[in-house]
């Protein structure tokens, strides 16, 4: 079964860093991707970034060259490092999970986090961006 624990969230001024950390399991009997998607109020669903079990990743066009998506395989934990931080990124984030994912997975993944195809989510962290 997997199991996925989100922490790391909290305010911060415009400009400043957060690193977000999914503590996962269960996820690692198969290929799978593993990726951040948010939320905010009023707002849809969008895929942050998602990284495969060979280390590829994929981001948003919102959030390249901010953000890094990482994972620690020794400590099946998975990570946002989110620097330059805007306003517009308030938002709750969420860690997802998707087994048995296909070969090229990867590029797709972005898309499938904003439309809620990955199978597994937890109960994710608050961001807040202030001016």
């Known amino acids: 079964q997997v199991h996925l624990v989100e922490s790391g969230g909290g305010s911060v001024q415009a400009g400043g860093s957060l690193r977000l950390s999914c503590a996962a399991s269960?996820?690692?009997?198969?290929?799978?991707?593993l990726g951040w998607f948010r939320q905010a109020p009023g707002k849809g669903r969008e895929g942050v970034a998602a990284?495969?079990?060979?280390?590829?990743?994929s981001y948003a066009d919102s959030v390249k060259g901010r953000f890094v998506i990482s994972q620690d395989n020794g400590k099946n934990t998975l990570y946002l490092q989110m620097n330059n931080l805007k306003v517009e990124d308030s938002a709750m984030y969420y860690c997802?999970?998707?087994?048995?994912?296909?070969?090229?997975?990867?590029?797709?993944?972005?898309?499938?986090?904003?439309?809620?195809?990955?199978?597994?989510r937890g109960q994710g962290t608050q961001v807040t961006v202030s001016s």
């Open positions: 990284i495969d079990n060979d280390d590829s990743t």
């Open positions: 997802a999970a998707d087994l048995y994912t296909p070969p090229g997975a990867i590029n797709t993944a972005i898309k499938a986090l904003s439309l809620n195809r990955f199978g597994h």
């Open positions: 269960g996820y690692k009997q198969s290929s799978y991707l």
